[in-house]
């Protein structure tokens, strides 16, 4: 499993522990519970760092260091024979790349070994919504993501909104979708009083949270709320935005660790999302998993999530009417709101946890060895 360690994304190298994204995370939780699998958890770091041997009784952790002229300057070869020698040494049956972002899918695609990719975020798609400029770094990333997707050996795809976007360039496809860690189904969801508004996202101009502030304003005028919003502040939208809150005092603006975010969602009333781009947003999906109602964007990859008027509701992105009006109807039909974050917590129950995806992907795995 070739993952980025998120010590190396956020440039945190002191920290002692590795760590990785939700999806990741959640996937390792369930790795125990196979024990005729031996996974090799493989991440490249610009600097030293300390790291265990394992991360769990099967899982074994290995950090290999690579300069900095060995990443996306130079289509990341640094990192590339980085790890086809130390595949070398392990000779695993597959190798699987998380996420086209970094180096890890093309580390994948070019490793010499019976591989996947897993898309997290669908660069080149975003690339072309928000018409980023030729030579920035997204849109470089883009260009890497366009190469890689033939040369591996196949793309799971978390939803099927990946799958309409790249099948035509894969050697094959499958849908899986994120895992969910397992402490977000312990949560008990409590409503605040005045109710909690939830946003959970960077901020930016493809997660939309101005519309969102412009579909919440009538409503605060008419009832006392409050509204939250977790995520890194990206220019220049953030700026917008951040002039937007100083004018609103009932919304607040922070940064959210896991354990922080499991505690806002305790008492959350409900979780918007009204992103026009999406793949398979976790914000979304640790939130249903919490029973926490959820209105979010009728975009991307979020229709596979929940079904409209059962297990959550959409709403049109561009509409700032659509998104307040579904936001109403949550906020004054107190039971049919209780109803949506059971229903979706049920759902989540049954499609993303983390023994279900793992046994999907171990599904995979045998698929393609099969057909070796």
Same mark, same amino acid.
């Given at each position: 499993?070739?993952?980025?360690?998120?010590?190396?994304?956020?440039?945190?190298?002191? !920290?002692?522990?590795?760590?990785?994204?939700? #999806?990741?995370? +959640?996937?390792?939780?369930?790795?125990?519970?196979?024990?005729?699998?031996?996974?090799?958890?493989?991440?490249?770091?610009?600097?030293?760092?300390?790291?265990? !041997?394992?991360?769990?009784?099967?899982?074994?952790?290995?950090?290999?260091?690579?300069?900095?002229?060995?990443?996306?300057?130079?289509?990341?070869?640094?990192?590339?024979? +980085?790890?086809?020698? !130390?595949?070398?040494?392990?000779? *695993?049956?597959?190798?699987?790349?998380?996420?086209?972002?970094?180096?890890?899918?093309?580390?994948? +695609?070019?490793?010499?070994?019976? &591989?996947?990719?897993?898309?997290?975020?669908?660069?080149?798609?975003?690339?072309?919504? /928000?018409?980023?400029? #030729?030579?920035?770094?997204?849109? %470089?990333?883009?260009?890497? =993501?366009?190469?890689?997707? *033939?040369?591996?050996?196949?793309?799971?795809?978390?939803?099927?909104?990946?799958?309409?976007?790249?099948?035509?360039?894969?050697?094959?496809?499958?849908?899986?979708?994120?895992?969910?860690?397992?402490?977000?189904?312990?949560?008990?969801?409590?409503?605040?009083?005045?109710?909690?508004? %939830?946003?959970? @996202?960077?901020?930016?101009?493809?997660? &939309?949270?101005?519309?969102?502030?412009?579909?919440?304003? #009538?409503?605060?005028?008419?009832?006392?709320?409050?509204?939250?919003?977790?995520? !890194?502040?990206?220019?220049?939208?953030?700026?917008?935005?951040?002039? $937007?809150?100083?004018?609103?005092?009932?919304?607040?603006?922070?940064?959210?660790?896991? /354990?922080?975010?499991?505690?806002?969602?305790?008492?959350?009333?409900?979780?918007?999302?009204?992103?026009?781009?999406? &793949?398979?947003? $976790?914000?979304?999906?640790?939130?249903?998993?919490?029973?926490?109602?959820?209105?979010?964007?009728?975009?991307?990859?979020? *229709?596979?999530?929940?079904?409209? @008027?059962?297990?959550?509701?959409?709403?049109? *992105?561009?509409?700032?009417?659509?998104?307040?009006?579904?936001?109403?109807?949550?906020?004054? =039909?107190?039971?049919?709101?209780?109803?949506?974050?059971?229903?979706?917590?049920?759902?989540?129950?049954?499609?993303?946890?983390?023994?279900?995806?793992?046994?999907?992907?171990? +599904?995979?795995?045998? =698929?393609?060895?099969?057909?070796?």
């Amino acid at each position: 499993m070739l993952t980025t360690d998120s010590r190396e994304a956020w440039k945190e190298y002191r !920290k002692p522990e590795p760590y990785f994204g939700t #999806p990741q995370e +959640a996937l390792f939780q369930a790795i125990p519970d196979f024990p005729e699998i031996e996974m090799h958890v493989i991440s490249c770091w610009q600097k030293p760092m300390t790291a265990p !041997k394992k991360l769990a009784e099967n899982i074994w952790f290995h950090g290999l260091v690579v300069p900095q002229i060995g990443w996306i300057r130079t289509g990341y070869q640094g990192c590339i024979r +980085a790890v086809r020698k !130390k595949l070398k040494e392990l000779q *695993p049956d597959i190798v699987h790349g998380q996420g086209t972002e970094r180096d890890c899918a093309i580390c994948a +695609a070019l490793s010499g070994y019976p &591989n996947v990719i897993t898309i997290h975020g669908n660069v080149g798609a975003i690339v072309k919504l /928000l018409k980023i400029k #030729p030579f920035s770094y997204y849109w %470089l990333v883009a260009q890497l =993501e366009r190469f890689t997707i *033939p040369r591996a050996g196949g793309v799971v795809c978390i939803t099927n909104y990946t799958k309409e976007l790249v099948q035509s360039a894969a050697r094959r496809t499958w849908v899986s979708p994120n895992a969910v860690d397992g402490g977000f189904f312990s949560i008990k969801n409590e409503p605040a009083s005045p109710p909690q508004i %939830l946003c959970v @996202g960077h901020i930016q101009e493809r997660k &939309n949270q101005i519309r969102l502030l412009e579909a919440l304003d #009538p409503i605060a005028k008419k009832m006392p709320l409050e509204a939250i919003f977790y995520g !890194k502040l990206e220019q220049p939208y953030a700026a917008r935005f951040v002039q $937007m809150l100083k004018e609103r005092p009932w919304c607040r603006h922070g940064y959210a660790d896991r /354990l922080m975010l499991r505690a806002a969602l305790e008492t959350a009333t409900i979780l918007v999302l009204p992103s026009v781009e999406e &793949n398979c947003p $976790m914000a979304v999906l640790e939130a249903m998993a919490a029973g926490v109602p959820v209105v979010a964007s009728r975009a991307g990859g979020i *229709p596979d999530l929940f079904e409209h @008027g059962v297990s959550g509701l959409f709403c049109e *992105p561009l509409d700032v009417e659509s998104i307040r009006a579904q936001i109403q109807r949550l906020l004054s =039909e107190r039971a049919f709101a209780s109803k949506i974050g059971s229903q979706g917590r049920q759902r989540a129950l049954e499609k993303f946890r983390p023994k279900v995806i793992a046994q999907q992907h171990l +599904a995979i795995y045998r =698929e393609i060895l099969k057909d070796r």
